[in-house]
């Protein structure tokens, strides 16, 4: 019962706070007298919501949106559009569950290999496809010069999802490495408002536990192994690198500012860095994953600006080796082990 009932808090928080994360994009971009840029703001937070923290939040966050919006005097002025607004957020949420999330069934764990990596890369392509309908008519509008763009951003990342594979399998502290630093560095060329580039992210979060600790420890990050002998330290030091080529689209809202989209396909890596019983314990794996990014950018000279960024990440494991003991072996998951981020950043912005 109180597990369940922490799941509803954590459920309601990352809702509440996807919905106000929206409401203030909405409020300060309405600022600007640019409903373009409002709009695919909004969608593109949406996108980033379903995500990373699922699709029951997605959808609620769509459907509520609306109507609060409404009432802080920021949403439509016609009350009558709100239900139909909500439909098109939650119909919009929807085809990003399945662009994104949907492969997690185990359904498609049955498929036979060729077809089940067929269908996973026709999903990456639409997802492409769909990202840059998205941002597309964005480039009928008059444009800016060309240039050459860096960004350095720090701050604080979220795994909505928490983590598993760790050498501890309580609740409390798979929380607590779900919490932790992020970084991530941008180079991007612009070409009138089309923008093109790399992104690197970073993730970093460690815990550990003291002698004494009634959780049971596990080498086995399936939880297949389990060790009874409590009494020896054990800790994990999370770390998740993803690079990706970036497209997407830099909107002028202002004089000095302006709102980017940004989004792609790359590589994420997983490492934690783990004791059991006091002894190295080595995991990592691989695999695809894929990003949306939105940041609002204020630029105080012309080649120096602040920007503030959300970034989430949607990717998963199907498998980690293992190095412990000397010895090597793979762990498959059933159900993905989840590497889906959040990551709220402020940083520095350079222009050539």
Known sequence: ???????????????????????????????TGNQYVTGITVNTLLAVTVMTCGISTGITVGAVSPIC?????????????????????????????VLTQFNKSSKYMEIPGLLNKIIYFMRKFLFILFFCGMVGSVFAQESSDNSLVAFLHAGYGYLPNKTSGLTNSSESYAKTLSSGMSWNAQLYYQRKKLIIGLLYSGYNSSGSLEHGDDTPQVVDPSQSQRRPDNRLNSSDHILTTYIAPQFGANIPAGERFSIAFNGGIGGIWYRNNSTVHDKDRKVTGNSLGLNLCVKGIYNFSEHFGVSLEVLGINAGLNSVDIKYHDE????????????NQLTFSLGLKYSL
């Open 1 to 31: 019962m109180a597990k369940d009932m922490r799941k509803h808090i954590q459920w309601i928080t990352r809702t509440a706070v996807m919905i106000a994360l929206i409401l203030t994009a909405q409020f300060f971009t309405a600022l």
């Open 69 to 97: 919006a409404f009432l802080a005097g920021i949403g439509p002025a016609f009350p009558p559009l709100i239900p139909f607004i909500a439909l098109g957020n939650i119909a919009y949420v929807s085809a990003w569950f």
């Open 328 to 339: 090597n072996f793979e762990v498959n998951y059933s159900d993905k082990l989840s590497l």
